[in-house]
């Protein structure tokens, strides 16, 4: 098993093993096709966008990929860094899940963040994901509200 820090020489996997995510995470079919303008964005942004992401292989298969998003906002007394960061595309193939590996993916993004000065990682999470994200210490909070454009 290797898990490390994805580099630009990754990006045909990193994109592989994320639009899998995708298709699994909204129920789509393998013949689902993307709007290319989803895919060269996420392109763009892993190779030019403030993130890190985490790939886990087996045997040179990739079976499991995990992101953080980096923002930079006005400093408070809460968060006198500015630097937040969002954990998101945490994902394992099925047949890998239940063994540890979202949790060593999580945790490097973690520590990263922390040593990138991040004050606060936040997250979106299924109700099936909550105890995962619990056990590694994150919190339901209710400070946050958000408002979407409606197209």
């Not at 619990?134 to 209710?142: H, K, M, T, V, Y």
């Amino acid at each position: 098993m290797d898990i490390r820090i994805a580099t630009k020489e990754d990006i045909d996997d990193l994109m592989c093993i994320r639009l899998e995510m995708l298709k699994v995470v909204n129920q789509l079919s393998e013949k689902d096709n993307f709007l290319e303008e989803l895919v060269e964005n996420s392109r763009d942004y892993f190779l030019n966008g403030s993130q890190t992401t985490v790939l886990a292989y087996d045997n040179g298969k990739q079976i499991g990929c995990a992101s953080i998003s980096y923002i930079r906002v006005m400093p408070t007394f809460s968060h006198p860094t500015g630097m937040r960061a969002h954990l998101m595309n945490v994902y394992t193939r099925k047949e890998y899940r239940r063994h540890g590996i979202a949790r060593q993916m999580v945790s490097m993004l973690m520590e990263e963040s922390w040593e990138r000065g991040v004050s606060e990682i936040s997250l979106d999470t299924t109700e099936k994901g909550r105890k995962f994200y619990e056990s590694l210490g994150f919190q339901a909070s209710s400070e946050c509200m958000v408002l979407t454009r409606k197209v």
